[in-house]
């Protein structure tokens, strides 16, 4: 079964990567720029074109890995090569399945959101879609993204939140992270070792997590009554900093609606 990506990006990379590592083949990717398929190709081994249509006429399973900006244009050159036998996924954000449907002709779509952790294989990818899968058809597609991480199937109408959330999340924490950096610089620290002792902690700290620890259970832990952390986490109550995270979460929401009229 040939698997072919519209786009050949960071994204299109992790998963090309992930792939080519569980001995997936007969990948093939088309991208614009001659430099970038030079160098999936001669990273990965894979095929690469400059033209979309090569795709469509050669590949089963087609992963939509542009911009939602340029979604429409996509789906208009693409739309007339499609045919019903078809798989069809985009990992584009805000882009539903409804305006997918309107383009193309076929109702095998899947609707994914992975995250950028998925370039060290450790992402979080979403899926929704039709009911008109087989299980054995699901599996392919489920194994593609279970090659770069964890993923988990929703129905649609979460993936706005599910973009605010996994797919701006690793932004939203490095941004915290950057600012401990920042912080520690600021206490005496130099840059390297307040950069080794904030991104040991992160990790350290989902390690954690991730054996099913409640986050309020290990903040409890941490917490002294009295102590340091205690009067830290007292100054971010005092800043406000829930309120803040809440209308983060809530603004890219707002902007993962808007990008999906854009089709």
Do not use: W
């Not at 991208?31 to 089963?60: H, V």
């Not at 985009?90 to 095998?108: D, E, H, P, V, Y």
């Not at 950096?181 to 350290?204: H, Y």
């Amino acid at each position: 079964m040939k698997i072919g990506f519209i786009g050949g990006g960071n994204m299109a990379e992790a998963l090309i990567k992930g792939m080519t590592s569980h001995g997936m083949k007969d990948i093939f990717v088309s991208d614009p720029s001659e430099d970038r398929r030079s160098y999936l190709q001669g990273n990965f081994g894979i095929n690469t074109t400059g033209a979309n249509s090569d795709i469509t006429n050669l590949c089963t399973i087609i992963i939509l890995a542009v911009k939602p900006q340029i979604m429409e244009s996509v789906l208009d050159e693409i739309s007339s090569s499609i045919t019903e036998e078809m798989t069809v996924v985009s990992i584009a954000a805000g882009i539903t399945l409804g305006q997918l449907q309107s383009k193309l002709n076929t109702k095998r779509l899947i609707r994914v959101m992975p995250n950028t952790p998925a370039l060290v294989q450790k992402g979080m990818t979403v899926m929704s879609l039709c009911e008109c899968f087989s299980d054995s058809e699901m599996a392919t597609v489920r194994e593609i993204f279970m090659s770069i991480g964890e993923v988990i199937t929703l129905p649609e109408k979460y993936m706005d939140a599910v973009t605010s959330v996994s797919g701006s999340g690793p932004g939203f924490i490095a941004f915290f992270i950057e600012a401990m950096i920042e912080a520690a610089v600021a206490v005496g620290l130099n840059k390297d070792d307040a950069f080794t002792l904030t991104v040991q902690t992160a990790i350290g700290t989902a390690k954690l997590l991730e054996t099913g620890m409640p986050p309020a259970k290990l903040r409890e832990m941490v917490t002294s009554p009295g102590g340091t952390t205690a009067a830290g986490l007292k100054a971010f109550d005092e800043k406000g900093l829930k309120d803040v995270v809440k209308y983060s979460i809530q603004a890219a929401k707002s902007r993962s609606e808007e990008l999906g009229k854009t089709v």
